[in-house]
């Protein structure tokens, strides 16, 4: 199981949709893999990036950078504001290979998943840690699927923590400024037993809400969809 520590440490970038994105730029440029690994200069062979293009890889910042070149996929080295949609996406890679890096969901779990949501909106809207920002109900509903938690009560504790207590979020924002992104595969935000959670850009809309069209990178989406789940595993049960 990742500990809160190493949830810090996951990259900003979901695994199997980065290698899903650099095939399809593979493909349509025709080249191969040995000509790739041969532009790495020794640091990925042709088995690397095969495991990497198939999602079977964690990777570094520099890594992502270093392929984004060379496959020709656009990467950004910070958090740049940008409207973005709250999805589960239920096929990542090495993330799902193996119970050490599947994140299961205890309830002390949950805030650390709200903060690293909460960081990441603030960067991408450019507001400042402390401010108190309006929360998307669709973003509620993804957040309560993905946490098995009432959407009433991840409002009440995304609340709480949006007054930044013990500076939390703050570290949060802070840690993103030197991070490398990769738009067009989505931001990372948690890994949970639902699957990943992910800030998708694609299908943006003008005015800022929330995108209604699927994703194009990766087919295992679930976009702004509620499950029924049992009475046993809704809030007001396990509060009673």
Do not use: K
Not at 45 to 61: C, H, K, M, S, T
Not at 105 to 117: G, K, N, S
Not at 187 to 200: K, P
């Amino acid at each position: 199981m990742i500990t809160v520590t190493e949830l810090d440490t996951l990259s900003l970038v979901p695994p199997a949709r980065f290698g899903h994105l650099l095939a399809e730029y593979r493909w349509a440029s025709g080249v191969d893999l040995e000509s790739l690994s041969h532009l790495t200069i020794g640091r990925f062979d042709v088995v690397d990036l095969a495991d990497i293009e198939a999602g079977r890889r964690p990777l570094a910042d520099d890594d992502l950078v270093l392929l984004s070149a060379i496959y020709g996929v656009h990467s950004e080295g910070a958090v740049h504001p940008r409207r973005t949609r709250l999805t589960i996406d239920l096929e990542e890679g090495f993330l799902a290979s193996g119970s050490h890096r599947r994140l299961l969901h205890p309830d002390d779990l949950v805030d650390d998943v709200l903060v690293r949501y909460l960081g990441l909106i603030i960067a991408l809207r450019g507001a400042a840690p402390g401010a108190q920002l309006p929360l998307r109900h669709d973003d509620l509903l993804v957040l309560s699927d993905a946490l098995l938690f009432e959407p009433e009560e991840i409002e009440t504790r995304l609340a709480t923590l949006m007054t930044n207590p013990r500076d939390r979020v703050g570290r949060r924002v802070r840690r993103l400024s030197r991070r490398t992104v990769v738009p067009e595969a989505g931001i990372l935000v948690a890994a949970t037993g639902e699957g990943l959670l992910v800030l998708d850009g694609n299908g943006e809309q003008p005015d800022g809400g929330i995108a209604l069209r699927p994703a194009t990178v990766g087919s295992n989406v679930i976009a702004l969809a509620r499950r029924e789940r049992p009475e046993a595993e809704s809030f007001a049960a396990r509060s009673a």
